[in-house]
Every structure is written in structure tokens, then in C-alpha cells.
């Protein structure tokens, strides 16, 4: 019986022609270029097989390599629980940091150097690197960029000093690069770029190692190559020099983290370099149902910077891409609730593009004790500024002569408070109601004392609201919205994380009728260790969805200013950008076998959202289900609102003031503010008093 006889005999696996030729490659450079679901890592791990069956390969001497850890972890599964059965081959799948681990720690203790402890979260170290340069540490969203730019330089291997002028424009990060160099080095430690960088240099330093190592691993694959960087290439190169056998598998349509180094450079310049190299494409999808590879195909084609590639099935129609819209995150929580009972025994991957989106559905699936896995980078809720401030506003209500608490938002309300005149509240504080310490200071009379005492009585009242009103009434009446603009526009927070958190909170403040229990709700998030492995439920962000695959995909919040977050392709940089945030998209929708679910809601926190441009690009393959819309409430719709309401001329906005009706679309009213036009929702918008229509 041949291979591929036992194969199909022994596995139930098919491989096309395509497939098998790749999986056939034996000595020499080869490049496997494919599109998703094409079998790429299902053929990687039959090549090992046939290498060591056919050639007689030991499996100690090829070196398996991909991704990222939870990459490897599922190669080394899929082997385990599909081809272990039937051969007794065992291999090693590693990513290429770890392998790079193994080789410094193996030569440190030959050498006798004591090891440099690797350290997995860089956050403390860069941030004081942060803070001796420039006296301030990085808020989220700053050590973000920051940790992004000095991971994309050391992966580009930039030259200390040249960082700025390599086009990385965080301030200062030449002489904050430099500082985290040196802390790293004072507590003799290093992080994952380090750990690239000083195999590099073993491997150009040191021939002896080199060749022991050519030696132990005379061949090599790679998955998903297209995230390479350029240091992973220049090890990669050095390793397989001269025989060149290298197995390298990818597509570059799933090149999803140029932002943190990575280049398709391996495959553009692989005819180049390994000019007698061997090119395999492969072309068919053996994952996903029709209706979803054509979605796929109609999502990539608005990118241009790309090698094209026929995208065909071979699963039957019967699949179904759908675009759900619900009028709050609260419906669409009991619509992903309704999906999941209704797919028992299935897989289901919820994706999102920000890990904060993720988190009322984590609180759903608690509350409905559904156990999931969780794929995303996590943080804790209870210390993110935006809670803190929340947390601030409800214990000023609780307590008026919080001092602190007042501190902390003063500046985040209407108040506008001069820095002088807080100094001599504080002075004049002495325990006392700050409210009234405010009047004290300033006059009990005019318009300036009016605007203190309306904040008095809108923070007084906070404690005895129902959660999302206590949050509703931070953002519309104390003027928080106003302190989140400001945020996002001079304070580096980005505008798609606020978004995704804000609603996220309102979604679970829903659940409760009082603040305080929302508060222990996000604690106990926070507590939450998943527990079910075995969960057929994944969270995921679409980074760490990559590689995997799921019966049924429901894609979250792909709405305009979340994902993608600019829109713009004005420049060559923001097309990148634009093009590289499709191709998450394209990642996230090509995990479906079955079913793709792309859910948004139509209004957050009372503003209108509108869809992600990447869903507008394909509407026209997209099947619009309507879902079901709990029974009509009095109140809730249009006929029912008072005769005296006209929804036209003039309206005010008890935050954004005065402004003209310009449209009303079903419950979505649009007026012109002062400021700017805005999308509401009318219905919310009456039902918590925030907009009057002064009777024409
Ligand atoms: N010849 C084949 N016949 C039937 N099923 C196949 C065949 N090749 C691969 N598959 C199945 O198709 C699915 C996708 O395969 P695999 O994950 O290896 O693709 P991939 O190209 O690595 O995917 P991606 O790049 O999207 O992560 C898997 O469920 C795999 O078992």
C-alpha cells in the first residue's frame, strides 16, 4: 500500500493531487502558497510522516516550526489525535522562540553563563524605561504603541539610536529604547525579541554551534510563514545554508502582524533568493461550505497589495454568511445565547477585533453557565482608568466629602474647575461636603453656581440609579462623553477601545439594578479562570484566532470606528494599514466550516453605530436576517410618543444643547449640534429625558 493509499485507508484523508505533490517535496527550497483551509498545516504534518516513512528520516532531524505557542500547541494536537494512532513517529513542534530558547539556554550551560531569565510581560521594566526618560508613565493605550514600535524595531533590527529615524514616531523612543536596554541588562533578564536577537548573533558568531545545529535539523518547515520577521529570517537562512531544505508554508493574505515586525519578505523574495526552488500552490478549500469561501473571496479582493489566488471549494453549498442587527448589545448577547443552544455538540468561535468587546459575552455565557474558553490577551476590567472613573463618580455619591474621589473626575464633568480654584478647595476642605466647598469658593450666586449645583444633584442621585442609568447619566448629564472625546483626541487613548469597553459596560450594567452590584460583577470577570478546555465555545481575538477552526464563527462589533478603527487610505501608510486590517477580517471569516454570524448592535450607549466598512464592501453577499424584536413595549416605538412631540425643527439636547432635526430613520434621529451632526436613538434618548422638542 502506497502512503497515500494508507492515507485515505487508515485516516479517511484525501489529498488532492496539489497537496500531494507538496507533501512529495523532498530535498531543496520549497514554497507552499495557499489559500485558507487549503490543508497547509494538515499537509506539514503528513510531509513529516512521509519525510520519515518514505526517506527515512529520524524526527529528531527535522524541526517543526510556526507561529505562535497556541499555533504549535494545535499542531502538535492535530498530530497527535489524527496521525499518532497510525504512526509511531513522535515530533517536535515548536515556535521559533522556543526554539531559540533551547539553543541559548543549551549553550549558556555549556558555557557555564548564568541564564538570563526571560520575561513574558514587559509592561513594568518599558514603562519605567518610560518614566526615566520623560518623567510619565504610558497610560494603556501608550505603552501599547510603545511595546509595538520597540518590538517592531528590534524585529527589523533597526540600529540602537535609529528607531526615529527609521520613521517610529513615539516620542522619545530612541532615548526610551536605550533605557529599556539598559534595566533589562542591570536585572539580567530579556524578553521575546531578545531572545531572536541573541540567536542571530550566536548563529553569526559562533560556526561550531551553527554547524551542530545544521546537523541536528537538516530539515525544516515553517507555518505560516507570512508572518516571518525579518530576524526569524535572517535566523531561518543561516540554519538551512546550503542544502536548503527548507518547507515553507503560507499565505500571505493571512499576514496579520506587520505591526509588530513581521514581513512577507520570505516569500516575496523567495524566488530570488532560492532561485531553483520549488513553488507549490494550492488553491482549494477543504473547510468551509461555498456561500463562505465566496465571501472570503469577495472580502479579499478589495486588497491590492497581494499575490492573487483562485479561491475554489470543495465542501458543497449549504453553509450561510449572515449579517444580524440588533437594536442593543443586550439582544445581541441573547441572539449569540440563543445561537450557541441551538448548535450543541458544535464548535463556535466568537471573534472580535479588541479583546474589550469580548467581555459582555463572557458575561452572558457566566451568567447562562455555559463553560467557554477564553483566546485572547486578557487585562483586569477593575483597574482600567475609564472603571476607576466610574468607580470615582459612585463614591462621590455615596460619600460628598470624598476628596479623592472628586479629584478624580473633576476634570471629566461640567464643572471646569480652574487648577487655582481646586487648590484652595483643597485647602478649604477640611472634611466638609466638596460640593459645598465649591460654592463656598466661588459664590452661591450666577450662572457659574448653577452649573455646580446641577453636577451636585446629578452625582447625588447616582447611587440610587439602576446600573445602565448610573452609567447613562455619567455620560449624557455629568458630561463624561465630552472628557472621552477630549481623551481619545489629545490623551493617545484610541477611540475603538473606549468604544468597545464603553458598550461592553453598558451591556452588563443592564443586568442590574444597582451600581454597586455591577461593580462586583466586573470584579468578579476579572476573578473568572476558564476552566472548560474542553468547551466547544471559544472567545478569541482574530489575532489569536489564526491557524484554528470552528463549526460556526460569530463575529462581533464590526462596526465603523471599531473594526477597522480609520477608515482613511488617503496615504500609502493608511492603505497598508486598511489592507492589513482586511485581511483580519478575511482571517475571522475563514474560520467557518458552517456558518459565519457577523452581530452588531445599532445603538451603544445611545449613540447610533454605524456598520464596519468592511461590511459594506460585501453587502451584497450577505444574507440580512432580521431577528426577532422582543414584543413592542408602550413608549417604545415612534406612534406612541406623545401628540405633543414633533420630530422636526428645533430640538435640545440636555448635553449637546440646541440643534436642528435633519432626519428620522425608524428610531434613528439625526441633528445638527453646534459642534457636529449626531445619530441618536430617539426612543432612548426620550425615555431617559435627554432630548425635548420645544413645541412649534
Ligand atoms: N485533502 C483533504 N481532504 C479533506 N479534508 C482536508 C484535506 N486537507 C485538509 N483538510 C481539512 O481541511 C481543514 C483545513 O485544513 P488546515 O487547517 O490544514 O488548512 P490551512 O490551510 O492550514 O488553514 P488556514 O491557513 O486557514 O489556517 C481541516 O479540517 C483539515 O482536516
Redesign the pocket.
Known amino acids: 500500500m502506497t502512503f497515500f493509499e494508507t492515507l485515505e485507508q487508515d485516516l ?5 493531487n496539489d ?1 500531494q505533490d507538496a507533501i512529495r517535496h523532498f530535498e531543496g527550497p520549497a514554497l507552499t502558497l ?12 503528513a510531509r513529516a510522516v512521509y519525510l520519515s516513512e518514505v526517506h527515512g528520516l529520524d524526527p529528531r532531524n527535522l524541526l517543526n516550526l510556526t507561529f505562535s505557542k497556541a499555533a504549535a500547541s494545535d499542531m502538535a494536537e ?1 498530530y497527535t489525535t ?1 496521525f499518532r494512532p497510525h504512526f509511531r513517529q513522535q515530533f517536535e513542534f515548536s515556535t521559533i522562540h522556543s526554539f531559540a530558547y533551547r539553543v541559548l539556554g543549551q549553550v549558556w550551560k555549556e558555557r557555564g553563563v548564568r541564564p538570563r531569565k526571560l520575561i513574558t510581560h514587559t509592561r513594568e521594566l518599558l514603562s519605567a524605561a518610560a518614566y526615566h526618560v520623560s518623567a510619565a508613565r504610558p497610560n494603556d493605550d501608550q505603552y501599547e504603541t510603545l511595546s509595538n514600535q520597540i518590538g517592531y524595531a528590534r524585529n527589523m533590527m533597526f540600529a540602537a539610536g535609529q528607531l526615529s529615524a527609521s520613521g517610529l514616531d513615539y516620542p522619545e523612543i530612541d532615548r526610551i529604547s536605550e533605557a529599556y536596554e539598559a534595566l533589562k541588562a542591570k536585572h539580567h533578564v530579556m524578553d521575546f525579541d531578545d531572545l531572536l536577537l541573541a540567536a542571530l548573533k550566536l548563529l553569526q558568531e559562533d560556526a561550531g554551534i551553527l554547524n551542530r545545529l545544521k546537523k541536528r535539523y537538516p530539515f525544516v518547515q515553517i ?2 510563514a507570512q508572518d516571518t520577521s525579518k530576524v526569524q529570517h535572517e535566523i531561518l537562512k543561516r540554519l538551512v545554508y546550503p542544502s536548503n531544505n527548507l518547507f515553507i ?1 503560507a ?1 500571505d493574505d ?1 499576514a496579520i502582524y506587520g505591526f509588530r515586525g513581521a514581513s512577507p519578505e520570505l516569500l516575496m523574495s523567495f524566488e530570488s533568493q532560492f532561485p531553483r526552488g520549488q513553488i507549490y500552490h ?1 488553491s ?4 468551509s461550505r461555498q456561500e463562505i469561501i465566496k465571501v472570503c473571496a469577495d472580502i479579499i479582493c478589495h486588497n491590492q497589495t497581494r499575490y492573487d489566488k483562485v479561491l475554489k471549494a ?1 465542501r458543497d453549498k449549504g453553509g450561510k454568511v449572515s449579517l444580524l442587527e440588533f437594536e442593543n448589545y443586550a439582544d445581541r448577547n441573547a441572539a449569540i445565547l440563543e445561537h450557541l443552544q441551538s448548535t450543541q455538540g458544535q464548535s463556535t468561535g466568537i471573534l472580535f477585533r479588541n479583546h474589550l468587546s469580548g467581555l459582555s459575552v463572557m458575561d452572558t455565557l457566566l451568567e447562562a453557565g455555559l463553560p467557554f474558553k477564553v483566546e485572547a490577551g486578557r487585562r483586569t476590567l477593575s483597574d482600567h482608568w475609564l472603571v476607576r472613573d466610574l468607580a470615582a463618580f459612585l463614591q462621590l455619591s455615596e460619600d460628598p466629602s470624598n476628596l479623592e474621589a472628586f479629584q478624580r473626575i473633576v476634570h471629566k464633568t461640567e464643572l471646569r474647575i480652574k487648577k487655582e480654584i481646586l487648590e484652595t478647595i483643597k485647602l478649604n476642605h477640611r472634611g466638609r461636603d466638596v460640593f459645598e466647598v465649591c460654592l463656598e469658593t466661588i459664590g452661591r450666586k450666577g450662572h457659574y453656581s448653577d452649573r455646580i449645583r446641577g453636577v451636585q444633584q446629578a452625582v447625588g442621585k447616582l447611587r440610587r440609579l439602576r446600573a445602565v442609568d448610573f452609567l447613562e447619566t455619567v455620560d449624557g448629564e455629568l458630561g463624561y462623553s465630552g472628557y472621552l472625546e477630549f481623551a481619545q483626541d489629545n490623551l493617545g487613548q484610541s477611540a475603538d477601545k473606549i468604544r468597545s469597553l464603553w458598550f461592553s459596560l453598558i451591556a452588563i450594567a443592564s443586568r442590574f439594578r444597582r451600581p454597586e452590584q455591577f461593580f462586583e460583577r466586573l470584579a468578579a470577570l476579572d476573578q473568572y479562570k476558564p476552566s472548560g478546555q474542553d468547551a466547544n465555545i471559544a472567545l478569541s481575538t482574530l489575532h489569536a484566532s ?4 470552528f463549526d460556526h464563527v460569530i463575529l462581533i462589533d464590526t462596526l465603523k470606528g471599531i473594526f477597522p478603527v480609520k477608515e482613511e487610505a488617503r496615504t500609502e501608510a493608511q492603505r497598508l494599514l486598511l489592507e492589513e486590517e482586511r485581511r483580519l477580517f478575511y ?1 475571522g471569516v ?2 467557518a ?1 458552517e456558518s459565519v454570524n457577523l452581530m452588531h448592535a445599532r445603538f451603544g450607549g445611545g449613540r447610533h453605530l454605524r456598520l464596519s466598512l468592511f461590511v459594506t464592501e460585501i453587502m451584497e453577499s450577505l444574507e440580512r436576517v432580521r431577528p426577532k424584536r422582543p414584543e413592542a413595549k408602550p413608549g417604545d416605538s415612534l406612534m406612541a410618543l406623545p401628540d405633543a412631540v414633533h420630530i422636526t425643527g428645533t430640538a435640545h439636547h440636555l448635553r449637546f444643547g440646541r440643534g436642528e432635526v435633519l432626519s428620522l430613520n425608524g428610531d434613528a434621529i439625526e441633528i445638527m449640534f453646534n459642534d457636529k451632526a449626531r445619530t441618536l436613538s430617539l426612543r432612548l434618548c426620550l425615555e431617559k429625558g435627554f432630548l425635548t422638542f420645544p413645541a412649534q
Do not use: H
Not at 12 to 16: E, I, S, W, Y
Not at 34 to 45: E, F, H, N, V
Not at 284 to 287: A, C, L, V
Open positions: 479517511n484523508l484525501f489529498f488532492g497537496q495557499a489559500i485558507p483551509g487549503s490543508g497547509k498545516t494538515t499537509l506539514m504534518l492535530r489524527r507555518d505560516e508554508v499565505d493571512q494550492l482549494k478549500n477543504y473547510r470543495s489564526k491557524g484554528r477552526e482571517v475563514s474560520r466550516r
